[in-house]
T-cell receptor, first 120, second 109 residues
Framework: KAGVTQTPRYLIKTRGQQVTLSCSPISGHRSVSWYQQTPGQGLQFLFEYFSETQRNKGNFPGRFSGRQFSNSRSEMNVSTLELGDSALYLC???????????????????FGPGTRLTVT | GQNIDQPTEMTATEGAIVQINCTYQTSGFNGLFWYQQHAGEAPTFLSYNVLDGLEEKGRFSSFLSRSKGYSYLLLKELQMKDSASYLCAVRDSNYQLIWGAGTKLIIKP
């Protein structure tokens, strides 16, 4: 199976602009989660989509939004970019449903390579 | 609030054994994950614990004690390629993953 793909891999924007990042999950996976990663901060959860519906949301301002399409592909949008938005944005996909009685592989997430966003 | 604590950095010698600890305080518990992340790369799944005890997978083992809110990742026969960050994550009652900041492991020859 092909892995999770993210586009673009690198992006440079200026303050005030907006940006859209794309994520294609593993075929058959219906859950897509987005994370922001900055040095020393670890992974900060942005939101999770399952079957085109936002299932969970982290503590980020409304400038950060997302959506999921019927083919499970997801996009994340950041409006009015700030310098502090410079980070690695990771997308992760998972089946999103129970697969076994012991719960294994239930919520294992497979990460894409990420999009490195630099805001100047 | 929800919190995951891991040491920021650890150093070990090639061929040795290292234990990376993770303590958590979350609203509910639906499993604990360990991921490995090499510099500039995406995290990759290492292990998953939902019941107390030790899960062994080759050179890597992961232990969980739910009553203590504690887990550790044990790496044996360390190799230089094990130099990476190791991330601990807990899925809470809302099935949201809460992540630790990661432990940077440095392997010296």
């Amino acid at each position: 199976k092909a892995g999770v793909t993210q586009t673009p891999r690198y992006l440079i924007k200026t303050r005030g602009q907006q940006v859209t990042l794309s994520c294609s999950p593993i075929s058959g996976h219906r859950s897509v989660s987005w994370y922001q990663q900055t040095p020393g901060q670890g992974l900060q959860f942005l939101f999770e989509y399952f079957s085109e519906t936002q299932r969970n949301k982290g503590n980020f301002p409304g400038r950060f939004s997302g959506r999921q399409f019927s083919n499970s592909r997801s996009e994340m949008n950041v409006s009015t970019l700030e310098l502090g938005d410079s980070a690695l944005y990771l997308c992760a996909s998972s089946p999103g449903r129970r697969q076994g009685s012991n719960g294994r592989a239930l919520y294992e997430q497979y990460f894409g390579p990420g999009t490195r966003l630099t805001v100047t | 609030g929800q919190n995951i604590d891991q040491p920021t950095e650890m150093t070990a010698t090639e061929g040795a054994i290292v234990q990376i600890n993770c303590t958590y305080q979350t609203s509910g518990f639906n499993g604990l994950f360990w991921y490995q992340q090499h510099a500039g790369e995406a995290p990759t799944f290492l292990s998953y614990n939902v019941l107390d005890g030790l899960e062994e997978k080759g050179r890597f083992s992961s232990f969980l004690s739910r009553s203590k809110g504690y887990s550790y990742l044990l790496l044996k026969e360390l190799q230089m390629k094990d130099s990476a960050s190791y991330l601990c994550a807990v899925r809470d009652s809302n099935y949201q993953l809460i992540w630790g900041a990661g432990t940077k492991l440095i392997i010296k020859p």
